[in-house]
């Protein structure tokens, strides 16, 4: 349940953030059989040569077939970082609303959300056809559309990005970054810790803690 005296709010990225070494969708990948496509688009991805909408495409077509209600078990194995419970904990007892702002799909965000207490979470949609993937994507997120779901968040919450931080890793954290008054690199590329306020290197997330309290202290 949401505070009423909450003060600011945390934003935080899932792949290569809260899942370590991988992404949730190669996670899922392995597990519906399009792992290696979706392990080389990802690469392309990184380097600049393919667009996030393309790699969403990608993996869609892997899910062609899967019914709903099969993923939600398997994303019980999903690899995470330590510390998320508390982390998310920590956030509340003081005031900072945490929140998933990511690309992984949404049944990812979903499971993270349920399991860990987030107030909210982004990223693309799968299309369905009675309850089945259709193996194509009903609604394109990229790291604008992050930034623009985590600000519209904000002014939901009555916040000023100046009230704000986010926790990320990647090319699609960098619009968030500069929209708000804290950005943290996680376990991050050179990109992202470049424009960042604060590295972190730790397979804790609650090793965010000291830069997140610093926000908090000036709130």
């Not at 688009?41 to 709903?68: C, F, H, I, Q, T």
């Not at 998320?84 to 998933?100: A, D, F, K, Q, Y």
């Amino acid at each position: 349940m949401l505070s009423t005296d909450h003060v600011g709010a945390v934003f935080f990225d899932v792949d290569g953030t809260l899942v370590p070494g991988t992404s949730s969708s190669a996670y899922l990948a392995a597990f519906l059989g399009h792992l290696d496509e979706l392990t080389a688009a990802e690469d392309a991805y990184a380097r600049g040569d393919m667009d996030n909408r393309r790699v969403s495409e990608l993996d869609a077509k892997g899910w062609a077939g899967v019914p709903e209600e099969h993923v939600p078990g398997r994303l019980e194995g999903l690899p995470l970082v330590l510390g998320i419970t508390e982390t998310v904990s920590w956030c509340r007892r003081n005031g900072l609303v945490p929140v998933l702002a990511t690309l992984a799909w949404s049944p990812v965000g979903s499971y993270l959300t349920d399991r860990f207490g987030f107030h909210a979470f982004s990223g693309p949609r799968l299309e369905t056809v009675g309850n089945r993937y259709t193996g194509r994507v009903a609604h394109h997120f990229d790291g604008y559309d992050k930034r623009d779901f985590a600000l519209a968040q904000a002014r939901a919450l009555g916040l000023a990005p100046g009230s704000c931080g986010a926790v990320g890793d990647s090319r699609s954290d960098l619009p968030l970054f500069a929209s708000v008054a804290l950005s943290v690199a996680f376990n991050a590329s050179a990109g992202a810790r470049e424009a960042a306020n604060v590295s972190v290197e730790s397979g804790d997330l609650r090793d965010t803690l000291p830069a997140l309290s610093r926000l908090r202290a000036r709130l």
